[in-house]
């Protein structure tokens, strides 16, 4: 079985409306995608869908915006109760942050570029979880850099001048929170230091306390070294190892399936979630 289990639609900062990305993982040849858009849901019920239609298994799920001892990571949460207030109102007080934070980069870049709050809108679809990749298809629309890549390799940085800082639960609150609305926690890309700083193995057992169910050991961002590390961690504390693309459609250079995940691995993460994949 070929099962990816973290990909991006249009309703966060991917380019492809969630039947679109599910067409596309059938086109890939996968048996198995799960949609992990950031901070929201909204894009499950189009996904599942497509899911039937295209005889591919959706696994729901949702990337939590989190930080750890002020370092940013990313939580995957699988197969939760989207209507379960225990993550659900943690999700809606970062969406509600991310578009404060949207409109103040926005107010930054404009002292020094041609740039307004409508060119990021029309980067968006409502609905849409605002994020900086909108700031950045916008800044690239304006011809004010050529890509994604190049706007957040300076104007969109987060060690440049016109980054802004915004609200995410900390990380042990929010695999608490994952794990209360019966979702299955992933701790997404935790070697990839090229994103900046990482949060050492020790917040990494502790999140396993705290009820952590995997890494993401598999992704493109991390080297060899980092897989072998992170592997022999996984081990030692207990918890599945996955991979996935990260895909985001042309959003970045991500293929559909660069990175799988086991069946023996998705099989646990379905023993312990609440909800159910769709399309088995």
Known sequence: MRIDLHTHSSVSDGTEPPAELVASAAAARLDVIALTDHDTTAGWTEAAQAAVRHGVVLVPGTEVSALSRGVSVH???????PADP????VLARTRDARLHRGRAIVERLAEDYPLTWDDVVAR????TVVGRPHVADALVALGVVPDR????ADLLS??????VPYYAPEAVEAVEAIRASGGVPVFAHPGADGRGRVVPDS???ELAEAGLAGLEVHHRDHTPEQRERLTALADRLGLLVTGSSDYHGTGKDNLLGENLTSPEALAE???QGRT???GR
């Open 269 to 271: 993460i379905e023993r």
């Open 124 to 127: 968006h679809t409502p609905g």
């Open 149 to 152: 890549t190049a706007a957040f």
């Open 276 to 278: 159910a994949v769709v």
């Open 158 to 163: 987060a060690r440049g001048r016109y980054y």
């Open 75 to 81: 939580l995957l949460s699988y197969l939760q109760d």
């Open 203 to 205: 917040d990494i057992a």
């Open 86 to 89: 225990a993550l659900a109102d």
